[in-house]
């Protein structure tokens, strides 16, 4: 069945720590892949998307992913966080031939100033 | 034992008619939201609510109407179904408004307008 899995359900670091968060999906064909972002009391928000082409894309707020397709991975990144980055960090997918939107479990990111 | 369910899974309905789509949570949380999967295929807020309360209230044609029974319902109708209505719509629900851990998704309906 087709699945997007975040393996990091609580991630706690310093200010300036490098960020990596990591998302797999299950599904052989194509897929589209997202990056949402919801800070306390707020709605989601995008922060990247990944569809075609250059499978490193970069999205606001400092954050990049890497689409690995030999790895079904689709891992979200940033050099130095910030104390502002906490928020909880979704990753989900567009299988094709379903077009509804598969969401993985969420990644709580708390930074420590 | 779903967490957010929504129903129906799968609707196809004319231009012109009115239509609900319903949602209900058991998670005992406090704020439910409803999304709309556009056609570049993000998610978009439409409308959020605290304990019945509407909190969001984004850019949506007045056909929509968001309803709020109790805090475990959150109904969406749809007046006067255009063709640029067709989308999937999600029901979300998180524990408290000012708290973003427990954000939960229900599995999304496809509207379809012919």
């Known amino acids: 069945a087709q699945s997007v899995s975040q393996h990091n359900h609580h991630v706690i670091l310093s200010e300036a720590a490098s960020l990596e968060l990591g998302c797999n999906y299950s599904y052989g064909g194509t897929v589209n892949l997202f990056w949402y972002v919801q800070y306390p009391g707020q709605h989601l928000q995008l922060l990247l998307k990944?569809?075609?082409?250059?499978?490193l894309v970069k999205g606001i707020k400092g954050f990049e992913a890497e689409f690995i397709k030999s790895k079904f991975s689709f891992n979200l990144r940033k050099p130095s966080v910030q104390w502002s980055d906490t928020a909880e960090y979704f990753c989900d997918a567009l299988f094709f031939g379903n077009e509804k939107l598969t969401f993985g479990t969420g990644t709580r990111l708390t930074i420590i100033p | 034992d779903t967490a957010v369910s929504q129903t129906p899974k799968y609707l196809v309905t004319q231009m012109g008619n009115d239509k609900s789509i319903k949602c209900e949570q058991n998670l005992g949380h406090d704020t439910m939201y409803w999304y709309k999967q556009d056609s570049k295929k993000f998610l978009k807020i439409m409308f959020s609510?605290?304990?019945?309360?509407?909190?969001i209230n984004e850019t949506v044609p007045n056909r929509f109407s968001p309803k709020s029974p109790d805090k475990a319902h959150l109904n969406l109708h749809i007046n006067s179904l255009e063709l640029g209505d067709s989308a999937v719509y999600f029901c979300?629900?998180?524990?408290?408004?000012?708290?973003?851990?427990?954000?939960?998704f229900g599995s999304g309906t496809r509207l379809t307008v012919v």
């Open positions: 979300a629900s998180s524990p408290q408004q000012g708290e973003s851990y427990g954000y939960t």
């Open positions: 990944y569809f075609s082409g250059d499978p």
């Open positions: 609510y605290n304990n019945k309360e509407l909190i």
